[in-house]
């Protein structure tokens, strides 16, 4: 079963997503999401460039040596833009055998391990009552896990807020934003919105919580401290994660666990904050760390150290990632839970999928592969348009983490 053709489909129903399409001789195919959110091209050009010519001839099949070819052959190990180029290849290739073997993807990795996938939603409002009217629209929709977000006084174009009524997407069509950011009124208003939230709907779903890297380790620390009473599922990227070991003194100060990983690319980001307890969960995706091969690695070292699996899964990753992650979560004996933002309404008509959503659990579906296909006519009909992720500024002008 060789490979005689690899192409890259560039498209945007409604953002821009990148998929890599593997043919095989047998004329089976598979595909992998290859998306990038703001750098998109680069992972293109990294595959149609470098990746795709040598990957012609080689057997389908061979996905760990494939995976390691790709890996160590470069020279240039790990980084956000090879990593998720090997990802779209490793998926895709996940999907050809699934395929030919007439099997779903989890059956694959070794069943099932649960009947369904817990996933969170995303409640948002400008202020508090609009916060928990969102939250109220996802318990009515009966999310078990649900992450809360609300603009905070004074303090513009907070994190995860949209602009208008309609779907986050944080990254704008042809100019890079800057957005203000205040650590301290943030800390300040924050625990007043889980109070909120909890004096309304109590305690029967799970509240969680996105810093999106803003604070600094001993800041984190506070934080998580002073919403000790709202039990949160967890507070996501406290803090920048390059200095890990920065990670030993959120712990030293608060029980609230703690998620991080969605910028991660491989097992060694996240090797000391593993091994050494610093975090509960890990967020890093199939699309950004390496696809299946290399994602199953990083869950089974953590499930050594309890640290268990909640895979970032916004909407500037592609149907493709969510349709996958979904069958690597109904396997993982360590999963803890998953992201699911949705999609536009025109991205599900060019992503044709197996998954299923029902009271707050998915299911990846029983099709052959991950389940996802793409309609490569109708993509065509969405050329690609330049989007940029914002950047985020302290009240005095200076450049901070967004």
């Known amino acids: ?128 009552p609009e916060a928990l009217d969102r939250y109220a629209e996802h318990v009515e929709m009966g999310y078990k896990a649900i992450r809360v977000q609300c603009g905070v006084p004074n303090v513009r174009s907070v994190y995860g807020v949209p602009k208008d009524n309609g779907m986050y997407e944080p990254a704008t069509k042809g100019t890079v934003e800057e957005h203000s950011w205040s650590s301290e009124k943030y800390l300040d208003f924050v625990p007043k919105l889980f109070e909120a939230v909890r004096a309304k709907f109590g305690f029967d779903t799970h509240l969680l919580h996105d810093v999106h890297h803003r604070l600094t380790p001993i800041e984190a620390a506070r934080l998580g401290k002073s919403v000790e009473p709202y039990r949160l599922f967890w507070m996501e990227d406290p803090t920048p994660a390059e200095n890990q070991a920065a990670f030993r003194l959120i712990r030293e100060h608060t029980v609230t666990p703690i998620a991080v990983g969605e910028v991660f690319n491989s097992i060694w980001d996240c090797k000391q904050l593993i091994e050494e307890q610093l975090i509960d969960y890990i967020r890093a995706t199939l699309t950004h760390a390496g696809g299946i091969t290399h994602l199953r690695r990083i869950a089974d070292f953590a499930s050594l150290c309890q640290v268990r699996t909640g895979c970032h899964g916004p909407s500037d990753l592609s149907p493709v990632c969510m349709g996958a992650a979904l069958h690597f979560d109904l396997w993982a004996p360590n999963f803890g839970v998953q992201e699911y933002m949705g999609f536009p309404e025109a991205a599900l008509e060019v992503f044709p999928h197996a998954w299923r959503f029902e009271r707050g659990m998915m299911h990846p579906g029983d099709a052959p592969g991950h389940g996802v296909d793409i309609d490569e006519a109708l993509a065509a009909r969405y050329p690609y348009t330049p989007a940029y992720l914002p950047v985020a500024r302290l009240e005095d002008g200076t450049l901070w983490n967004w």
């Open 1 to 128: 079963m060789k490979i005689v053709r690899a192409d890259v489909i560039v498209t945007c129903p409604g953002r821009n997503f990148v998929t890599l399409k593997i043919v095989t001789d047998e004329g089976v195919y598979g595909i992998g999401d290859a998306t990038l959110n703001g750098r998109e091209l680069a992972v293109a050009s990294y595959l149609k460039d470098h990746v795709c010519p040598t990957l012609i001839g080689r057997d389908a099949g061979c996905i760990e040596d494939i995976w390691q070819y790709l890996y160590k052959g470069a020279y240039w190990r790990r980084g956000p833009v090879t990593m998720t180029a090997i990802a779209a290849v490793d998926v895709a290739l996940w999907d050809i055998l699934g395929k030919v073997t007439g099997m779903p993807l989890y059956r694959l990795l070794g069943g099932a391990s649960r009947d369904g996938v817990m996933v969170y939603g995303h409640a948002t409002g400008h202020d508090i």
